[in-house]
Every structure is written in C-alpha cells, then in structure tokens.
C-alpha cells in the first residue's frame, strides 16, 4: 500500500496540487489551468495527469499514492464523493470521487470546502503552526474563513461556522449576493473593490484600472491588476482599497474581541501578492478597536506564509487525518 | 472538610448567593443589597452574614463550608485574592479573598468576573446544560459576553476573548465607552436604550418614561422602567427598544455566522424580566441574517433561565471545579 497523498485545490481558473510524504514533507508542487468550460470530464482527465506528473516527477509509481484530497470551490458530500454544486465550475452532482479514483488506480479520494482546506494548511503547515487558536479570512472574490479551536477545525452545530465574510459591518452598507447589507464580503472582497473602482470613475475620477484590465482580457478585476495599480498610485484604487482594508480591519477587530486567537491569518489572491503591505494597515486598525490593549501585539495577524499552497497542503493534511481516523 | 461551597454575584446594587452541594444541587439562594457606600469592610461583613445566613437554613455549620467564589463587575486577581479594579463599588485593590476568609473560618476564596461567571452558570445548570459550543451576551448597563468552546468557557490568548459587546456594528453608529463607534453597546445596552429614549423625549415626543423614572427614585433607567414602559405601549419606548432588538438581531447572527454555536443565551436585567418577548424578534431579525439557511432553528435562541441566579450558580461551580484542579 503506497504512503503519499497528493492534496488538490481545485479553483475556478487554476488548479495547484502538492504531493506529500507521510511526515508531512511536500516532495513537489505543480499548477494547471482549470478551463471549467471544457466541462467535468475533461478537468477530471486534467486533474489525474496532474496528479500522476507530481508521481513521475518524484520518482514513485500509481501504486505509492494512497490518497488524494481536493478542495472545491462549493458544496461536498465527502461520503458519497460527490460535488453537489460548484458554481464557479458550473458543476452540479459530479462524481468527482468515483471519476477522478479510476483514472489513478483507485486511491482514497476525499472532498471537502476550498476554504476550509485553505485554513488546515496555514494551520497545519503555515502561519499557525503550533498553535490551538487561529482565524482564517481569505479575501477573493468573496470572503471566505475558518477557525481553529483548540488545535482543530472547528465546524459548528450545522457546520457552518467560520463564515467570517458574512459578519454584518454596516446595515447601511452595499447589498450582499447573500442578500444582507453591509457584510464585510460587500465591503472589502476583490468584487466589491471592483464595483467601487468602476463607480468612482463613472463619476468621473482618473483611473487607468480600466485599462490594465482591458489589457489583461479578463472579464473580471485581478489580484494582479491591483497590485500594479496600486504599486503605479492610482488614486482611484489606492482610496477603493484603502476603504477595503479598513473594513477588513473592523472585521479582524470583531473576532479578536470576540475569540481573541494567537493568530489571524490574511488570505487570498490580493494578500498573496501584497503580503505585509497589504496587512500592515489591516493591523494598524484592528488593534485600535481592541477592548483590551494590554498584550495588542500577541495576537499575530499576518498575511498568509504558503499562499496558493495552503490550500493543496491543507488538503494533503487532511487525506492524511482521514486516512488516520479510517485506514 | 466541608463539602460546601457559596457562589456569590456582586452587583453593584444587590448581591446574589447560592449555597450549593457536591452534586451541583442548589441548597438555598439568598439576596441582599450590597450599599456599596458604606465602603468595602462593611459589603464584605454583609457577604459574609449573607454566606452563614445560607449555611444556617440549610442546617450546616461553617465548617462545613468548603469555598467561596465571587463574580466580581471588574478586574481580579485571583492568585492574590484581590479585586484591582471595580469602577461600579468604587473598589481598587480590595483584599477581598482574605478579608471574607478570616469572617467564615478560612474557606478557599476564589475571585472571577462577573459576566463569565453568568455564562458559567447558565453552561452548567441552565439552559446550556450538556452542550459543547454556547455563547452569553449579557445586556445591562453594558453588554458583556462569553464563549464556550469544547464545552470550557473560552478565555482567548490574552484572557480577552468573549467581548462580544464591543464588536462593531455600524461604523457610523453612537460613540462607545470603549472609544469606537457603533459598538454593540453603544446600540443596544440599557445605558443606549436610556440615551435614545432621552433623546426622543427632548426633540418633542411624547413618552412617560421620565415620570416612571421618578416614580422609582433611580438616576438612570432600570429593566423594571422598561418593562412597565414597553407593557404601557408607550411609543418612544417601544420605537427605542425595537432598535436595539434589531443590533442583537445583527450582532447573534455574527456571532452564529462565525461560530455557529448550540445555544445562544441572551441575559441581563431585561432579558431577565421580559424573557421569550425580547428574544422572540430577536430570533427571527438574527435568523433572517444567517448565511447557512439549513437547519435554522437548530441554533436556539434563548432567554437566560437561571436569571439572576446565573452568576452566583456559575460562581458555585468555579468553585467546585477550581476545588477539583487544587484540592
């Protein structure tokens, strides 16, 4: 029976995957494009030549990888291996499990949340390392999160908990797709960013996102579109995602006082690129709305340390609990 | 060796005490004023006849007296016996642990503050019995609060965790006393309830809490005013407090958002007085804000159930339990 997992993160655009040892040992890490519109099948087909090159590449064979656990961007049924709904992927009921484990010989394969495996892998293998209580707030297109209780996921009565980007900020803030006001996802995710830049330049303030965008061809506003406008100072984005970072801000001053963790790790395209700039000013303004000042310092809050790998570790990591709990 | 222990909440107007048995079962419970004006020796000597009155009715004598344990309003040191800081008795730095000792033949003296010890009380007597995630929040002149994780009262890296008052939810909102704006607190507690009913009544409209104000004799709003007031159908009144239900209506859907705990015990004066119809809208304001749908009534919404007895029960078990750690 083989001894290595290989953890899959299975995004809307790209997929990264990390092929790891039984001590924990990442022994290679490999990207592909997802291209959702050629349809499941084919991202399947995609996902087992990634998985088998990660193999080649370290010199083990099909019959040494015992599991592969991949994060979705949606709902999972674990026990069946089903993706019940993926919206970024366009899939409904795909038997990812089944599918995925013929084409590799039959390992284990287990599904879970792309956040939740993103928060495992900070904890497990980043920024929370060793400790028994940390928060986890991913700022993409949305704002996703999760936290560690005492050295585990915690999961909630409904296994619900964790929805960070969905704490109420402002009830007179921008509707939400979940249909509240003001949460922090309608004030500071990369969408809401998008939606405040394009509204101050139709009321006619100078920007040049437009046209970074335009250049890109991509529908949507990028991380790195960000990270050029602000490193060009533009104004535009510079006021947008300063709005943004306050709001995060509060949003990290909420759960301190709430839970005060040992640490708040800051996620997601935009934090992976600006790392500390980004976090620095997020820090500033969450320590001032602590109750309690003493010890401001303690509670680490730190951009994301395994980036676009936190979540293939955090998958990795937990195959091999899985694994553990049901040989 | 006694196998008794006292648990007492000191308020700043009214003490509360429970003599309790080594199965938890409560032998007697006792009020008394706590005349805070009369200076520390001579709340301490009421403590004290209150704690032998206790034992007397129960047919016990002193030395079966094994611990005492206050919930305190401020800061303690438990270690040293003494509360530091007590801004609602004017106490700094009273030796409270010894000086009750030496009145009741030494018992153990065990100091704690006041809001956990509530949360504590209602986790293992009340309606939080048997669950393993719970949260407090407590409205009164403040809104404190409190967190149970794994089934022990959460306490955070820096014992600042369940500050659940001081979230933020309006960044807009009135000043706090913490300094920030749109606390919580500074929406919702008795103290805001009494700002904005004042308010109202100075731009004109009409209301009869200030002469129910008088009646009492009370420099500021009590729970029994808002309970006649709200019974009375005065409009500022109910315009006022159908406010503040909707920020606990927000800040129980950010706490459930993020947690997603079993229970969630809404507590204080009021709460304790007007139980299911102050809850009631707060239910449904916090459920319509909920981002899992499923299973929404599984979470419950809950007046305290011990009331006022929360804190001296919670007292009781600290003692019991702290007993148990360092017999």
Chains 1, 2 share one sequence.
Request: net charge positive; with cysteine.
């Amino acid at each position: 029976m083989g001894s290595l997992v290989v953890g899959i993160d299975l995004g809307g655009t790209k997929m990264n995957a990390a092929l790891v040892d039984e001590n924990g040992k990442a022994l290679g890490t490999e990207r592909q494009k997802t291209l959702p519109e050629e349809g499941p099948a084919s991202v399947i087909l995609r996902m087992a030549e990634l998985t088998k090159s990660l193999l080649a590449k370290a010199g083990a064979e099909a019959g040494d990888l015992r599991a592969v656990c991949i994060g979705v961007p949606g709902g999972v049924d674990d026990a069946r291996g089903v993706v019940d709904k993926a919206p970024n992927l366009g899939w409904q009921g795909v038997p990812l499990g089944a599918e995925l484990g013929a084409r590799l010989g039959n390992p284990r394969v287990f599904l879970d949340n792309d956040v939740r495996v993103g928060v495992l892998g900070e904890h497990a293998f980043g920024v929370g390392r060793g400790t028994k209580t940390m928060v986890g707030i991913f700022v993409g297109t949305g704002i996703g999160g999760g936290i560690v209780a005492n050295g585990e996921l915690h999961m909630g009565l409904r296994g619900a908990a964790g929805e960070i980007g969905h704490m109420i900020l402002d009830p007179n803030g921008p509707r939400c797709k979940c249909g509240n006001r003001g949460c922090a996802e309608a004030l500071a995710s990369r969408t809401s960013i998008e939606r405040d830049v394009r509204d101050l330049i139709d009321r006619g303030k100078r920007s040049s996102v437009l046209k970074m965008m335009k250049k890109e061809n991509r529908p949507r506003l990028t991380s790195s579109v960000v990270e050029r406008a602000l490193a060009d100072g533009d104004p535009v984005m510079t006021k947008v995602f300063r709005k943004a970072q306050e709001a995060i801000g509060t949003l990290v001053a909420n759960v301190v006082n709430m839970f005060d963790p040992e640490v708040v790790v800051i996620g997601g395209g935009m934090a992976e690129r600006l790392g500390e700039s980004m976090v620095a000013p997020i820090r500033v303004m969450a320590q001032s709305k602590y109750l309690q000042k003493r010890d401001t310092d303690k509670v680490r809050i730190v951009p994301t340390e395994l980036k676009d790998m936190a979540a293939p570790m955090g998958a990795a990591f937990i195959a091999r609990s899985r694994l553990q709990k049901n040989p």
